[in-house]
């Protein structure tokens, strides 16, 4: 009989987000690669038309979106593997912390750099 070894609680929360957001990113994922390689070529694409698409607030919230979620399932995934792998104790609050952390800057750094495309000045720095 198969031994049941995954840190995620059957039917819990985590185990529910991280299906919800790996549905999402499949549905954002087939539509990036729709667009950018059969509605516009590779060549095609430059800065400028990067840009352009970022103005738009429905590409910008759905960039966005995309974002938080795939940090979200990204680290949250991290996580449960190290729990998997014995991480308890002490350490697994270490490391929960600093993945939290490194969330953070990540979401923080690639807002900034979506503003930065979309030509919004919100954040100071």
């Known amino acids: ?15 529910l987000w991280q299906r919800i957001t790996a549905v999402f990113l499949v ?7 729709f ?3 059969f509605v516009h070529h590779a060549d095609e694409v430059t ?8 103005e738009q607030w429905t590409y910008y919230s759905l960039m966005i979106l995309f974002l938080v979620t795939a940090t979200f399932h990204g680290v949250n995934g991290v996580f449960n593997a190290l729990v998997n792998q ?6 697994k609050t270490a490391v929960k912390w600093t993945l939290v ?3 953070l800057l990540l979401i923080v750094q690639g807002v ?4 930065a495309w979309a030509g ?6």
């Open 86 to 91: 014995g991480l308890e104790g002490t350490r």
């Open 35 to 37: 667009l950018l390689h």
């Open 101 to 103: 952390a490194a969330s």
């Open 112 to 115: 900034r750099t979506a503003n």
């Open 1 to 15: 009989m198969a031994e049941h070894y995954s840190s995620f609680e059957r039917g819990g929360r985590r185990w």
């Open 27 to 33: 549905i954002v994922l087939a539509f990036h690669f």
């Open 47 to 54: 800065f400028a038309m990067s840009s352009a698409r970022m």
């Open 120 to 125: 919004i000045s919100l954040l100071p720095f």
